[in-house]
Each structure stands twice: as C-alpha cells, then as structure tokens.
C-alpha cells in the first residue's frame, strides 16, 4: 500500500478513514476522490494537516477517462470504494440513483482498476495491489428475534433499493475476484456512528434536534434492532483488512451490541440532558414522538464478528456509552459544522418532505 485511492472519502467515514491512515501510514499517498453530492463535503476534511501525501480530486467514480488518469498518473496499488448512495429513506424515493453510483459506479472501478493492474499482476502478481469494497450488513436482509446474527456465509436477502444496490455491487467485486483474478477484500458493516455523520442519519439527526428541542421522529414502534459501532473502530478494521486480509475474503463487522431505536434515542437524550441540561430541567425524552414506519423497515440486523477477530485480531475498543457520549460532545464543540452541513437547501427540503407532517401521511 503506497498509493492509495480513497472514494467517497468526503463523506462520513471515507473522511475519518483518511485521518485514521494519515496518522498511521504518513508514507503513503492518498487520492481522495469525490463527487461532493449532498452527504459529501471538504469541510468535513478542512481540519486535516498539511501534508504533501495527500490530494483531492473532484470527480465521479463513472467518469472512467478521470479514474484511468488517476490510475496511470498517480500509479494507484490499492483502492477503498466509499462512495455510495446510501440512506435508505432516499433509495425508496430515487432508487436510480442508487443503482447509478452503487453498482454502475463500482463496476467502472473494477474495470479500471482491472486494465491497469493485469500485466503488472502476470509480472510481479496480485500481492501488492488490493481493490477493497465497502459494503453493509442491509444486504443480508432482516432477522427475527431470535435468529443468529448474520456470518460471512449468511444468504443474501437485500429489502430496500439500497440494499440491493450494495448486493450487487458486493457480486460484481466478488465476480471481478473469480473471473479476473482481481485481488479484493469485502467488509459488511452494520451501522455506524461518530463525528463528522450526515445530520439525515439516525444518531446525529437525534442529536442536532434535542439539542435545538425539536422534536424526535421514531418510526413505528421504535423497536428495530441495530448493532452500532463507532467510526474509529471501523476505521482500524479496515486497516488491519488492509494489510492482512486474506485475498478474496469477506469480513463482517459489528460491535456485538445490539440496541432498539428507542434506547438510542434515550440514550442521547440521558446523554445531553448530562452535558447540557435545559433551563426547566425536563428530561429531553418528552421529544421523542412516533410516526409512521417506512416501507421495508427490516426489524433487526446483528452480525457476528468472529472471523475478523479469529483472522486478525481485530474487535471493537468503544463501548456504546462511551461512543455516544464522546458523539455528543463533538456535535456540541461542533455548532458550526451542524450548520454549515444543514443549510444545503436539499437537506432542508429532505427534512420537510420526510419528517416534518409524517405523521399525517407516509412517504
């Protein structure tokens, strides 16, 4: 890994990946690549250090003339493909969207990562090259109470146009590996929090309205099941991918902590109402108001993590607690970001369309 192709690395952990490699390989080169839609933006990179081993290109991932010059001018050996539509609510309403960037886009990466690296690889072979795709735990559908949490050999079952937008591009990574020989590794994720989260996800849009006092959306009953890990414990699985995965292997990751939406949401209620106690002294929970639940809400994702850690020593260093309330206070030293992030005119009319009134009517 000496040069090294991040896309999407303006988004939410493309951009806390890129820190956490700027710390621990300074030597290394990185291309970040990104389009700037609404979910990506240099402010979330605008406190990064000067260094003279990294660059930003603007740029889509379709644009196949834009990733062969990357390729060949900065000689890419390893790519980690961030770049993604990827909020569920969104995919309902515009799923072309999805499948333009999701998979259109992940298979023009394959391709030119594939023509650049195929005569290299007959040469030297596949070992110092890695085309390493980021991917979800949404693709393997929804489990029931008291199912086992989802492994590496779990069926895929994709709900939302998003999810299987991600399936596909998971298919078409693993098809390049077989038919092509392209060295890669796949991490499925489940769902993740931290600084720098789009104010449209779950945790930063519960933190950003209890600390305004707007109201809390829950969908239905508020009884879904994640399992949430924290940006940075992520971000280092991916590095330990990185430098040992196995080629051609899939790894799930996860927390091994499974919570509903409700105990989140008090959760960070609890949370500000420590940090930041209103002027009534009221618990911050007299926000949280139930609407209608989205079409295809899956019920619980769970993953089990015991082949990452069998294989190289990874598990997560953050606990929930810990993790929510180090998030909180980042949002709150962070004023200036929430509302550099919230004044994009698309989010605001996100928010209108999709939680302001929901419950008189569904999307």
């Known amino acids: 890994m000496k040069n090294l192709l991040i896309t999407g690395g303006a988004g939410f952990i493309g951009s806390n990946f890129i820190r956490h490699i700027l710390q621990l390989k300074p030597d290394v080169f990185i291309t970040n690549l990104d ?45 980690v493909n961030f770049a993604a539509e990827s909020h569920v609510d969104r995919s309902i309403l515009n799923p072309a969207a999805f499948v333009e960037t999701n998979i259109l886009g992940t298979y023009s990466l394959l391709n030119v990562a594939h023509e650049a690296w195929k005569h290299r690889m007959n040469s030297v ?13 949404e693709v393997y559908g929804s489990l029931q109470p008291d199912d086992t949490p989802f492994n590496e050999y779990s069926r ?3 709900r939302s146009p998003y999810s299987a937008s991600k399936a596909s591009s998971d298919h078409l ?9 392209l060295p890669i590794t796949i991490t499925n994720c489940s769902n993740n929090y931290g600084p720098y ?8 849009m519960m933190i950003i309205n209890a600390i305004q006092g707007k109201r809390l959306p829950i969908y239905g009953d508020g009884l879904q099941v994640r399992d949430w ?22 790894y799930n990751l996860g927390s091994g902590s499974e919570h ?10 609890d949370t500000l109402d420590t940090l930041l106690p209103n002027s009534v002294g009221e618990s911050r929970q007299k926000l949280l108001q139930h609407i209608p639940d989205r079409p295809g809400h899956d019920r619980r994702y769970a993953m089990d993590i015991t082949f990452v850690k069998e294989n190289l020593g990874w598990q997560p260093a953050i606990s929930l607690t810990d993790g929510i ?21 698309d989010f605001s009319r996100w928010v209108q369309l999709n939680y302001d009134g929901r419950d008189e009517r569904t999307i």
Not at 125 to 137: L, N, V
Not at 235 to 249: Q, S
Not at 260 to 265: K, M
Request: overall charge negative; charged content about 20%.
């Open 35 to 79: 389009a700037l839609t609404y979910a990506g933006n240099l402010v979330n990179l605008s406190d990064l250090p000067d260094s003279a081993n990294y660059e930003f290109v603007h740029g889509n991932i379709n644009d196949t003339k834009l990733l062969k010059t990357i390729f060949n001018d900065k000689k890419i050996d390893t790519v």
């Open 125 to 137: 072979g596949g070992e110092e090259f890695r085309f390493h795709h980021i991917s979800t735990d």
């Open 156 to 158: 895929y079952d994709p």
């Open 173 to 181: 990574v693993r098809a390049y590996h077989h038919t092509y020989h």
């Open 197 to 204: 989260q789009h104010p449209e996800k779950f945790i930063p």
């Open 229 to 250: 890990i924290h940006v940075s414990d992520h971000c280092e699985a991916i590095y330990r991918v990185l430098l040992n995965g196995l080629n051609g292997a899939t």
């Open 260 to 269: 509903t939406n409700l105990e989140i949401a008090g959760l960070i209620c």
């Open 325 to 345: 309330m180090q998030t909180v206070k980042w949002y709150l030293e962070h004023i200036h970001w929430i509302e550099e992030i919230t004044k994009n005119a």
